[in-house]
Every structure is written in structure tokens, then in C-alpha cells.
């Protein structure tokens, strides 16, 4: 599958921004998609993830602000964030997974995902 991520940008502090990936190629193989991210000189750590079957997951550190969704039609996964924070900054990269897992606890770690898209880049300023 392929991924294109969109939507980054500069905001200020409590401002909104929805990014998108678009995905191409197997996208009916995908078993859920997912939203990661990685401020500089940090780790990459899970932000939100949805299952085809429909049910989400969020970090906490993003519940109550952030909300994915996805159009199947348009083959879109969406992650509108709110009330962003400066410690939102960072790279937010999106990731397809193929393996259907009964635990929901997989999609919380970044290695259940196969494919990532390249990046766009959320700048919050306080």
C-alpha cells in the first residue's frame, strides 16, 4: 500500500488542523491504519489508529482532542487535531497494517504496521 500524508503546517497553540493520507495499491488487504509521530530527538510513538471493522484507538496524551476517521470510498484516513499544543509539534506519519489482530494492543506498536507514508510536519506555536 501506498500512503501519502498531507495537511502539516504551522498553527498556534489551541488551533486545529486535520491531516490526510491518501492510500493506493492493496488497500482492501489493510486491516487498520494508523497515525504516528516523532518530535526531534524523540522516538516515534503511536498517536491514533482506526480498524476497518471501526473501532479507534488513541493515545493518551491525544484523547478528548484529536479524532480519526476514514472514508473507504476515497480510500482517506483522516486525524483532525484540536486544542493542539506545543508538544504537538512534530512529524506525523501515517501506516497501513495488513494483519488483522483480535488484541487490540498491536495497534498501539509501531511494528504491526507494513507501510508508512513519508511525513508531514505539525508545528504548534505557544
Known amino acids: 500500500v501506498q500512503l501519502q500524508a498531507s495537511g502539516g503546517g504551522l498553527v498556534q497553540a489551541g488551533g486545529s488542523l486535520r491531516l490526510s493520507c491518501a492510500a493506493s495499491?492493496?488497500?482492501?488487504?489493510?486491516?487498520?491504519m494508523g497515525w504516528f509521530r516523532q518530535a526531534p530527538g524523540k522516538e516515534r510513538e503511536f498517536v491514533a489508529a482506526?480498524?476497518?471493522?471501526?473501532?479507534?484507538y488513541y493515545a493518551d496524551s491525544v484523547k478528548g482532542r484529536f479524532t480519526i476517521s476514514r472514508d473507504n470510498i476515497k480510500n482517506t484516513v483522516y486525524l483532525q487535531m484540536n486544542s493542539l499544543k506545543s508538544e504537538d509539534t512534530a512529524v506525523y506519519y501515517c501506516?497501513?497494517?495488513?494483519?488483522?489482530?483480535?488484541?487490540?494492543?498491536?495497534?498501539?506498536?509501531?511494528?504491526?504496521?507494513?507501510?508508512w507514508g513519508q511525513g508531514t510536519l505539525v508545528t504548534v506555536s505557544s
Open positions: 501506516a497501513a497494517a495488513m494483519t488483522s489482530y483480535y488484541t487490540s494492543t498491536y495497534y498501539y506498536r509501531a511494528t504491526t504496521y507494513d507501510d
Open positions: 495499491g492493496r488497500t482492501s488487504s489493510t486491516s487498520a
Open positions: 482506526i480498524r476497518r471493522s471501526g473501532p479507534t
